[in-house]
């Protein structure tokens, strides 16, 4: 009799975990949908600007036959487009992956954001100094893992510079190492948590030569 009830109370826990793994599994597969949408309506609202501020650059290059100096082409910042209360600094296309994604201009220590689209958590393009964090969502940097070295991705900014960037080092590292991530020395990093937040793939970024500044 006790091995019988100890039977139907393992039973019924595996039971318990099974359907706990599956409403887990569906809260994933939903919000990783709903990250995919956030990221198109934001697509539509960056590439709407970049229209826009191509239309206004336009005839001002028509007028002046000789280069103009844009004093805020001096600053190390990037400009933004405001999109939905979010700040956004451009897009990455990573045709590997079949990836087009928006990135937020500051995550602002505020991870909800990183719900909604990939963020930079500090540099610039300006300065080849740019780190992008995601979630590991399959919409958002959950397949960086699967690029190889010497895959190319490019970065639009709102004004529509496009600039490219071609993979140089792939690696999974302990959380715990920061600096490593932060102050790596390449112009463009990108990274996200595996499954249970135990590591973090990270794929390290130069420009590429034609895109590189002289």
Known sequence: MHNRKAGIAFLALGAVLIISALLLLRSNT???RQAGEYSLDALDGIQA???ENSSVASPQAQESPEPTEDPED???EMKTVTIDGNDYIGYL???ELELVLPVISDWGWDYNRLQVAPCRQQGSVKTDDIVIAAHNYDSHFGKLKDLSLGDSLSFTDVM????RYELKKLETVDPHKVDYVLDSGYDL???TCTYGGEFRVVAFFDRAEDTAKK
Not at 160 to 163: D, F, H, L, N
């Open 30 to 32: 939903l919000q990783d």
């Open 49 to 51: 600007a970049i229209e």
């Open 74 to 76: 001096e600053s190390d």
């Open 93 to 95: 296309t990573i045709p």
């Open 160 to 163: 529509g510079k496009c600039v």
């Open 189 to 191: 990093v990108l990274y």
